[in-house]
């Protein structure tokens, strides 16, 4: 079987009168198939630097509660979508004096060191979101 340019793919045919009509349907699936490909681009890649974020770090796992309460949450907002890695709870309060360290109350003028544990997840997510998107969306 012999194939020339006109045999492959899906063909529309349809009179001159219907041919806008039919290109806004062909445009609104094409919409949906990208807009779905990006959803789930936004979301793998926000899980997986969940993923990386919980597993980094230098420091002990002296409060493992706070290990496990970094989660991440993803939501659609119209044409948007958002994908947050976040610690749940009240843990969220030692995230900002892990990773900056902080003053000791006991002992003025110590600082304790820094454990950056969010940057990982921050240049994974930056890194990999636009070919998680490309990977997703299919045509």
Request: glycine share 8%.
């Given at each position: 079987m012999s194939r020339d340019r006109y045999t492959y793919g899906n063909h529309v045919r349809v009179?001159?009168?219907?041919?806008?009509?039919?290109?806004?349907?062909?445009?609104?699936?094409?919409?949906?198939?990208?807009?779905?490909?990006?959803?789930?681009?936004?979301?793998?890649?926000?899980?997986?630097?969940?993923?990386?974020?919980?597993?980094?770090g230098g420091y002990q796992n002296r409060r493992p509660k706070y290990r496990k309460s970094i989660g991440w949450r993803f939501q659609t907002s119209g044409p948007m979508a958002e994908g947050q890695v976040y610690a749940r709870g009240h843990e969220y309060s030692l995230t900002h004096l892990l990773e900056?360290?902080?003053?000791?109350?006991?002992?003025?003028?110590?600082?304790?060191?820094?454990?950056?544990?969010w940057k990982p997840g921050d240049e994974y997510a930056n890194a990999h979101l636009a070919q998680n998107i490309l990977k997703n969306i299919k045509f």
């Open positions: 009179s001159m009168d219907m041919a806008g009509q039919a290109l806004m349907n062909i445009l609104e699936d094409l919409t949906a198939e990208v807009r779905a490909g990006v959803n789930e681009g936004v979301r793998e890649t926000t899980k997986e630097a969940s993923k990386i974020t919980r597993e980094a900056n360290g902080h003053h000791l109350w006991n002992a003025p003028g110590v600082m304790t060191r820094a454990f950056p544990h």
